[in-house]
């Protein structure tokens, strides 16, 4: 959503990029690119397995956004303990209705990681873009960068975590 | 004093020996970056932010606690620095919870400017995620330790500024701690003052005030008005932010000054919640049981028909509030006092102020100024409570109280007839019933004057020997006098006598400190304080009351009030039970839509300004005045009030204060 921020000026990005895919294209195989770009931390054993396929699969790698950088606001959970986590969800909050207290789990389910994790901790990133949503002026600056051919570092009056 | 070179960054800097070298790379407007560092508090190089590479030294030097020497060679913008710095942010990062999206201080906090000012833009580290408690049991202010840097800014200004002392540091490492008193929740604490200073020097989201928490970070304010706090005599001088036409924050901005930027309780919590309170707008006329809205011509019609006629009786009466500006006391003394010539004229707690006025008009006669600077109780060896409770009274200067006690090593004694303000504190305590005070302290001064024994019948004199012995070794004592203890005019001449036998001599006057209340006490009684008090006993048709409404009235002018056949009421808010006694009700602008001066017993006129400005309808008190008097037929008399910074001048040095005798008064 933050790419939005950017107002008229996507129109010209994408007349330079080729989005190959995006969570609107419904992904089910991460193809050979030149940049890719994660946003989120990692908090499940499949979100590790996806940012590993897109480290092998994409030339530049950008952390987008506070979370995918810092952790951000997943690491609240990280202050208790992954069942503690669980139980709160699912059993204890106001709003859920779960007489019989089941906790979803199992094989079918990719399992929650102990901790919210920044992606750097799983992968190697090359461009971090902080920010809870990151300054317009950072997004187009980062793609205009790569789009000379430099790995950029978001300026320091560009920069933000709020 | 000697002039001492450095080079700093390749440019000649010139400081003082005594500098660090952080205070001559400022006074050079060279920056070097701080966090635990705060001007006004001592130094202690925890953060090391602020190191610096020095030619001939092999490690680097944190430029806060570092000395600066003749002929340094600084550098503070190297790479290696430049580093070194990011890498202790990125640790301070990864140590607690630093997660700007969910934190109230994000863009007012001095961690995350840093951060970003060194492209931090990941942290390497990983995180400890150690939960440590929020302690949110005080009413005012939340303490969230995951946020905590351990910078020791609030315990150093809780301890330096306000001697409280409340604050410290548990345990070591990544478990240290900050904790209150010996581990119990602030809420509870037994030290704390409420004063909420810890929260205005803490610079990330740790210890914020929930009262200014979302209401707009500092930079995004409209305006910052710089002005000073109405609600004592202290006058401290404070930063007003404005957002959206109501008061956001505020802050003490005396930070190198004697209170260090402290505000007390009330600065801190009254003054906000003052723009928070219900306003009086328009005036209104009582209709039976409740008001009714008027226009000004309609309201003041009637007030000048019936002050008219009172006054014609000679039955009419003024009460005015202490917390007016200077500019307003003489409106007042111009029309009450030298235009309608009335004798009921007073201000609220009358009383004291009166017993303040006579007790130290001897002295004033002589050209001493019979009081001195209340910071100067810092600079005292003794200082001597007299039935005062300063925590309640003047706050801050409770804290010079506590800091010259603890830090600084001075002696501290109360004589009091109630209890003791300065618990565990004190060296000597005595009890002194109220009307044996003038015995008491008549006694203490033929002992301290001329030697003789103390013998009071019915009292236990070692105390008081005690303190006898300390005022006759002590070389600066301070008399810090309450506003019980000026009740009775010869009570407060004679311990000034005493101040003067025991050789309490400042620059600026004598060694005594009284505690008035109200901010312009001393202006009021340099116009408006009547020389007899009347309240309560006068028959009175038409009473005029101009309260701001901030503190409460005192129930003796209550109590005049409703004894008199008409009240007209002007002030700020509709407070209770103030406006239930009006018959009619003139809205007045509140202290933060006026401007005008304060005599602070700082010794200091400080200018009150206006922060947001009053809506249409109020009127100013030069423009009622005006019609007021238009309407009742009276030409106004202007007087010629000298401000009173004037009248209680030193003309002759104190240390030539001779005693009064008490007959005299």
Partial sequence: MSFLDIDEK????????????????????????????IEGALGNEEEVHIARKMREKCKILIAWGDCAVFGGINCLRNFMDRDKVLEEAYTNTVSTVNPEGVIPGGDELPALLPHAIPVDYEVKVDVYVPGCPPDPEAILYVFQEILQGRIPKVPVDMMRYD | MNEINLVIDGKECKGTSGDTIL??????????????????????????????????????????????????????????????????????????????????????CELQTLAIEHGMDSVRYPYLYHDFENDATSEHLQMDHNRCILCGRCIRV???????????????????????????????????????????????????????????????????????????????????YVRTGSLARVEGSNLEGHDGGQLCHKGRWWLPESTERERLSVPMIREGSSFRE?????????????????????????????????????????????????????????????????????????GVRPFTAAHNIKESDLVVILDADPQDEVPVTASYVRVNTIINGGKLANLSTDNNPFKNLTDVDIRVSPDNMFNVVTALLEAVSEGKPLNLPGMDTSSLEKLAAMLKEAEKPVFVMGGNFAREARVVTQAVNLAIASGSVFEDGLGVIPMVRHANSLAAINTVVGDEPWIGTADIDCLYVSSTGLIPEDPQSLEAMSMSRFCIIHTSYMVHPLVNMADVLLPAPAWYERSGHFCTIEGERRKLNVIIRPQHTLKGLGEIFDKLTEKMGVRINSSDVQPCENIFSSTVPAGQARQVAVEEV
């Avoid at chain 2, 560092?37 to 430029?63: D, F, H, Q, W």
């Avoid at chain 2, 020497?69 to 301070?92: A, P």
């Fill in chain 2, 294 to 366: 008027a226009s000004w011509e309609e309201a003041l019609d009637l007030a000048a028909s019936k002050m008219k006629a009172a006054l014609d009786k000679k039955k009419a009466g003024a009460i005015v509030s202490g917390l007016s500006t200077d500019e307003e006391l003489t409106v007042f003394h111009s029309i009450f006092r030298n235009t309608l010539d009335m004798e009921y004229v007073d201000c609220f707690i009358g009383d004291i102020l009166r017993g303040f006025k006579k007790g130290f008009q001897p002295f004033i006669e002589q």
């Fill in chain 2, 23 to 108: 205070q001559v790379a400022q006074k050079n407007d060279i920056y070097i970056p701080t966090l635990c560092y705060l001007k006004g508090l001592t130094p202690i190089g925890s953060c090391r932010m602020c190191v610096v590479e020095v030619e001939g030294s092999n490690k680097l030097l944190t430029a806060c606690t570092s000395p600066a020497q003749d002929g340094m060679v600084v550098k503070t913008k190297t790479e290696k620095l430049f580093n070194y710095r990011k890498q202790i942010l990125e640790l301070l990062f990864a140590g607690r919870n630093h997660f700007c999206m969910f934190c109230s201080q994000s863009g007012d």
């Fill in chain 1, 10 to 37: 996507i129109v010209d990005l994408l007349e330079q990029v080729d989005l190959t895919s995006t969570p609107i294209t419904d992904i089910k195989e991460i193809p050979e690119v030149e940049v890719g770009v």
């Fill in chain 2, 158 to 240: 809780c301890a330096e500024k306000v001697g409280a002392h409340t604050l410290d540091l548990e345990k070591r490492g990544w478990s240290a701690n900050i904790i209150t008193d010996l581990g119990q929740k602030l809420g509870d604490s037994e030290t704390c003052v409420e004063c909420g200073a810890c929260a205005q020097v803490c610079p990330t989201g740790t210890i914020t005030i929930r009262d200014f928490v979302y209401r707009g970070r500092r930079n995004d304010c409209d305006e910052i008005v710089e002005s000073i706090c109405p609600l004592c005599s202290l006058g401290c001088q404070i930063r007003g």
